[in-house]
């Protein structure tokens, strides 16, 4: 299997060969030995290496800035998983790995929050049913009493609407 990128060629088996625009494979083979691929860049679609001073607009790279300012809820996330031990010690830039990170373990953090108030919520229903069925009461008893409530009500109004 053979993929050509920029001036390299890539061979199936990990390794590449670097050759001249329009040149053959054979040639490229005989003239330069084979180059483990971990050890090269890949290129763009326009051949150019992104760090080349002759970029043109089609090669232009796109830089991510190597600071973010935090705003105040990402100092709070910053502060609640534990980077920094106090609002002061936030330097006012930081870098987007350090608040992608911290975001994430807020995440979980949050989940397994949830995941017990969850569990604690459960105990309280089990528990809350135990009393009611001491007292004998149930869901389909209150429906009922509910029910009848309204017949007699609605009884009333009809009585109150014949007189």
Request: positive net charge.
């Amino acid at each position: 299997m053979l993929r050509a990128v920029g001036s390299l060629v890539r061979l199936g088996l990990g390794r590449a060969v670097r050759c001249g625009p329009g040149a053959r494979l054979e040639a490229a083979r005989r003239l330069s030995p084979a180059l483990p691929v971990h050890g090269l860049a890949y290129y763009s679609s326009g051949g150019v290496p992104s760090g080349s001073e002759q970029q043109g607009q089609a090669g232009k790279v796109h830089r991510v800035p190597a600071q973010h300012k935090p705003s105040q809820f990402d100092k709070k996330i910053l502060l609640w998983t534990g980077r920094f031990k106090s609002m002061e010690e936030i330097p006012t830039e930081v870098p987007p790995e350090m608040i992608d990170a911290a975001r994430n373990k807020a995440r979980v953090k949050a989940c397994y929050i949830m995941i017990g108030l969850t569990i604690i919520a459960c105990f309280a229903v089990i528990a809350s049913a135990k009393r009611a069925a001491e007292r004998h009461e149930s869901l389909t008893s209150w429906n009922l009493a509910k029910k009848a409530k309204w017949r007699e009500e609605a009884a009333l109004a009809a009585q109150a609407k014949t007189k």
